[in-house]
């Protein structure tokens, strides 16, 4: 039996009784550059095309040695592999060599060869297993935009085989789980449709059509399929015949690389599909909350912006779904930072909503990332009278943040209100009946005050000694990947002192000797949130959240940080007094000079 490799997260590597866990490839870039060098085996690579990837944003300047210790990591999980599985370096290039019959999940899936799903979904359907989550990029969202074409194409098919076989609710249920996902699915429509229909709620598989023209007209412009179109005319006769979906929907299959075009932004007027797109479950309460969101609606009646700042996962957009779920108020919500395949003219919606009779209350969500194009129609938007409600991250500073909030403030008396960590108080009460009282008391401990770290630590409780969930791995490791070098190698070292310690102490054992040294990355790791001062005469730093300090000794594993010990012991030992002679007075030895 060849390899076989999954490479959605969790990646797992297998050759017969072999098997390479994720656990066992460490760091982003690592299963980035494994992934790509897989997926694009066969062909030479040139490095600079592979640092490329591996840095989205821009290589830095020393990317050549970086792309050689990331390669090394590579070959380590290969060589743990074993078999035919190599990486051949010539000529400042790089190429794969597996052997022929190796499956790799995420190909089989979009060429149509596994029509299991390749582990791609979950029982209920919903995508599954994703592939590089936390990581952007062309590469990256071409194969995501690719995966998720060929999970739509397996629940079309799955839904024509339900109504073939009389399962019509299955198809019902599949029809509206495709709707959720992509609202401007015209197959989804035409499933759902059919299936209502085979079930005798003609009237219901009408208004579906309805409202689905309703949204394509209002915010594309376009109408429905002319297939969707005679369905429906076929469902306004008398004892309407529902034709067979096998006509109206290809086979599932590969249809080639799906075109990425920059979006950085997208504007969304549904309330239900930003919730579905974002994982937000609104039946989930909104704890200690009450005050900011009296705040920003007193903010918002009075005419104000108002700009909500907090932490990474301190709730600020589950804070923007609570005023979508307002009645009372007509919401568009705006997604700053978001790459990917897109079919809408953003801009075009927008204008529309300021100048039209669109909804008068903008909810602009992580503006830390906005682009220069939705940065001029927000101020657009609010000199025009349309209400704003904006999020930032504060730890995530970037000068495209301090830009924007600039203008803002010029434009118009702006309201700040900040999202401060979550009480112990509070925090423990969503956790009643989750876990035992030890399990509860760690989980609040770890989480610093942070509502999605909580949530993650109580779903995903583990070893306690363990890797902390993946969720909070990967948002974790891609903050810290933005850090300074310095500053990295002060993170690993702390990481090793403790959850709190004393920069003096650490510091050194850092590299970082001289006092002048010592500030520079600690306060590029208070601004990203990772640490916070609790001492500043004393320089006695802690981190912010626990659990980030399990991620970083996860990261640089036990022998890194048995090194770091010997350094952190080493640099701290009390000096060593050494006598040349000695004589005894009153019993005791006195060092005589």
């Known amino acids: 039996m060849g390899f076989e490799l999954d490479l959605c997260s969790p990646i797992r590597l297998r050759n017969g009784q072999r098997v390479v866990g994720d656990e066992e490839v460490r760091g982003r870039r690592t299963r980035l550059a494994l992934a790509y060098l897989v997926l694009e085996r066969g062909r030479a690579v040139p490095t600079h095309e592979l640092a490329a990837v591996l840095w989205s944003e821009g290589p830095p300047p020393s990317w050549p040695s970086s792309v050689r210790e990331v390669i090394s990591r590579v070959r380590r999980v290969l060589d743990r592999l074993g078999g035919e599985a190599s990486i051949v370096t010539k000529d400042r290039c790089l190429c794969v060599t597996l052997p022929a019959d190796t499956s790799v999940d995420v190909e089989q899936l979009v060429d149509g060869r596994d029509h299991a799903g390749a582990g791609m979904t979950t029982s209920d359907g919903t995508p599954g297993r994703r592939f590089l989550p936390g990581e952007v990029g062309p590469w990256v969202e071409g194969w995501r935009a690719r995966i998720e074409e060929a999970h739509r194409n397996l629940v079309t098919a799955d839904g024509r085989a339900a109504l073939e076989r009389g399962d019509a609710a299955a198809a019902v249920g599949m029809g509206r789980l495709m709707l959720q996902q992509d609202p401007d699915d015209d197959a989804a429509a035409d499933l759902l449709m059919r299936g209502l229909a085979a079930l005798g709620h003609r009237a219901e598989a009408l208004r579906t059509y309805e409202r689905h023209r309703r949204r394509l007209a209002d915010e594309l412009g376009i109408d429905p399929s002319p297939v ?66 009296r705040r920003v609606s007193e903010a918002l009646e009075e005419g104000h912006p108002v700009v909500v700042t907090g932490e990474s996962r301190s709730g600020k957009t589950r804070l923007l779904a609570e005023l979508m779920a307002d009645e009372r108020m007509s919401t568009s919500y705006v997604r700053c930072g978001l790459h990917g395949t897109t079919r809408v003219d953003v801009a075009g919606r927008a204008r529309t909503t300021v100048h039209g009779a669109g909804p008068r209350t903008w909810l602009v969500d992580d503006v830390q990332w906005i682009d220069d194009r939705t940065h001029q129609l927000v101020l657009d938007a609010v000199r025009s009278g349309v209400r704003v409600v904006a999020t930032a991250c504060r730890d995530e500073p970037t000068r495209v943040l301090t830009d924007f909030l600039g203008e803002l403030h010029r434009s118009a008396t702006v309201r700040t209100v900040e999202l401060e960590p979550i009480s112990a108080d509070v925090m423990a009460s969503i956790v009643p009946a989750c876990g035992d009282a030890d399990h509860r008391a760690q989980a609040l401990h770890l989480s610093g005050g942070n509502v999605g770290y909580l949530i993650d630590l109580l779903r995903e409780p583990g070893d306690p000694h363990g890797p902390p969930p993946e969720s909070i791995r990967t948002i974790a490791s891609s903050r810290i990947d933005r850090l300074p070098e310095d500053a990295k190698r002060l993170l690993d070292v702390a990481a090793v002192a403790g959850d709190s310690f004393l920069l003096s102490q650490v510091a050194p054992a850092a590299g970082q000797c001289a006092p002048d040294d010592w500030y520079p990355p600690a ?14 005469a004393e320089g006695l730093l802690a981190f912010r959240h626990p659990v980030v300090r399990r991620v970083v000794l996860h990261e640089i594993g036990p022998l890194m940080a048995h090194r770091h010990r010997a350094r952190l012991d080493a640099t701290n030992a009390p000096p060593t007094i050494h006598l040349d002679r000695q004589r005894v007075s009153n019993g005791r030895p006195t060092a005589v000079s």
């Open 228 to 293: 969707l179109q005679a369905l429906h005319l076929e469902l306004l006769g008398a004892g309407a015949h529902v034709p067979s979906t096998s006509r109206t929907q290809p086979p599932p299959g590969r249809s080639g690389p799906a075109p990425v075009v920059a979006a950085p932004t997208d504007l969304v007027l549904d309330a239900e599909a930003v919730a579905t797109a974002l994982g937000i479950d609104s039946c989930l309460p909104l704890l200690g909350r009450a005050g900011v969101l």
């Open 523 to 536: 306060d590029a790791l208070v601004d990203h949130g990772l640490l916070r001062v609790v001492d500043p």
